[in-house]
């Protein structure tokens, strides 16, 4: 859905006083209200397709109804185990955090999982920007209008709060900026998404960007039966622990083990624009099957 | 799973006179056994996403696991009717064929959804070079041992044909090269797709490379139960009727009636590297929502 210009009245009475202020309200921009013109040319292939497909919407839309499934249906079948790693788990000998009588809850991540950062990946396309912390900063302010749900995600929400599932975001976003991070969930139909509640975000736990020490805590207090992300470090570290290539990862990936988890437990959802999954040098990505053709010209 | 040297020797015995020869094999182009050196640089974002990540990897099998339970929950609750549209359907007001007492089907597109093209991609992206027919003609003869299978996709196939459900590709590859397609899907382990049996290619029916005939025909024999595919022309070509702009099939992909389908009979795997999902300029892609910063700078 659009955060249109009624969303954008709310933020401006929520910013001016109202029930949820952000608590640096003081460092609030003024609100774009005018549409700037676009730039000529097209955006690279991966911006168009997640941004502006029908297919993209598809894609997310198929991962976001099966994570609804398998997360409903552990109601009925209360899962043994969290799909969250053990501390002492390997991708080899993955071992999981117990259950026990915890309630259930989800974990999902927040951009490019919940929240489509169209007006950031505008700005950075039309203007061929690299990323930057404090326009990324700047972003977490003042993005809410310009900032889309991923299709399927709010139907999902709905359906696994109605069966008593309980959502929980993680989320890299500033602690600093974490009022707003709460108020776009919020203004999405995503939330409740309060800060140490259901919003985990960079610094609430060590180990800064990594996400272990956030879900070990989570599943210290629920069994997590499901976990949505787009990032392969949304679901654990352990892709992360070696610099490894981009083959490296991707055989970790489909490993026996692992590959038993996506979309059982492990739900991700498509992104080309950035991240670990957009690396990589000829030879990373096509170690082996270098073909060419026998017709030759351009 | 990579199709490696022990297949390129299958291949070669097959061309040779074994069980399945290429019908057109006087056509047969030396067999590439030397991977080429790379260029320096890095292949675009899609390219770098989808054949070299591990993110990749979980996005399919999150797809594939979902197409598979589903397909397989449907020996249980037959339904009433196929997820083929009728043929007096709109976007609007889908109406699909009846099942009757026909037996249970899949139905998959061959390229990006079942097969992926690594070593035609590889060369499109390293010599920069854009769709030339001739090229992909050339690919479909001699590409079967730089092709890989779509992560996800040989495990669903067989617990899908282990549950008795018949499994049918439609692609729009060449009538001219359908024996190297039927070989290329048996030798990566999806077949049988015989052609005219389990494999319908452009031709087989009327209408070109839409594909809405060819899947009436399927639907006329089988209760398609579940479909797979990375264009949204895989599930309907009513998405593709007006040479619609990118922002129009985005909404109708998003529309109230379509959007019960994704995942929930119709399948999507991600493919940000070609097709109608990759089109559009800044206007296209990014109708509003066309953020600038307060920071300025690169």
């Known amino acids: 859905m659009k ?16 029930a949820e ?9 003024p609100i774009q209200t005018v549409t700037p013109p676009a730039p000529a040319g097209t955006p690279p292939a991966s911006v168009q397709w997640l941004y502006g497909s029908g297919e993209a919407v598809g894609a ?11 997360a409903v249906a552990a109601v009925r079948h209360r899962p043994r185990d969290s799909v969250v790693l053990a501390s002492d788990a390997t991708l080899r000998t993955p071992r999981f955090v117990p259950c ?24 950075q396309a039309a203007q061929k920007r690299s990323y930057n912390p404090e326009r990324w ?25 109605a069966a008593g599932i309980k959502v929980i975001f993680i989320s890299n976003r500033s602690l600093e900026n974490v009022a707003y991070t709460e108020l776009a969930l919020d203004r999405a139909y995503l939330g409740p998404a309060r800060h140490l509640k259901e919003l985990f975000v960079e610094g609430d736990a060590p180990g800064g960007s990594a996400k272990d020490p956030r879900r070990a805590l ?7 039966v499901a976990m949505a992300g787009d990032q392969l470090g949304d679901f654990t570290d352990l892709f992360n622990s070696n610099g490894d290539s981009p083959p490296a990862r991707r055989s ?29 040098n000829f030879y990373d990505v096509f170690p082996s099957d270098r073909w060419t053709d026998t017709v030759g010209g351009q």
């Open 3 to 18: 955060l249109g210009p009624v969303l954008m009245l709310a933020l401006l009475a929520a910013a001016s006083g109202a």
């Open 21 to 29: 202020p952000p608590s640096n309200a003081g460092h609030q921009p």
């Open 60 to 70: 997310s839309m198929t991962a976001y109804r099966a994570f609804q499934n398998y």
């Open 100 to 123: 026990g009588r915890k309630p259930l809850a989800v974990v999902l991540d927040v951009d490019e999982t919940a929240l489509l950062n169209i007006g950031y990946e505008y700005d």
């Open 137 to 161: 900063s700047d972003w977490e302010r003042t993005g809410l209008p310009d900032t889309e749900t991923v299709p399927g995600v709010f139907l999902a929400l709905r359906a696994i709060r």
């Open 218 to 224: 989570i599943a210290s207090r629920y069994c997590v």
């Open 252 to 280: 970790m990936a489909k490993g026996l083990h692992i590959s038993q988890l996506w979309g059982n437990g492990w739900f991700v959802l498509p992104n080309p624009v950035y991240g670990t999954g957009v690396k990589g």
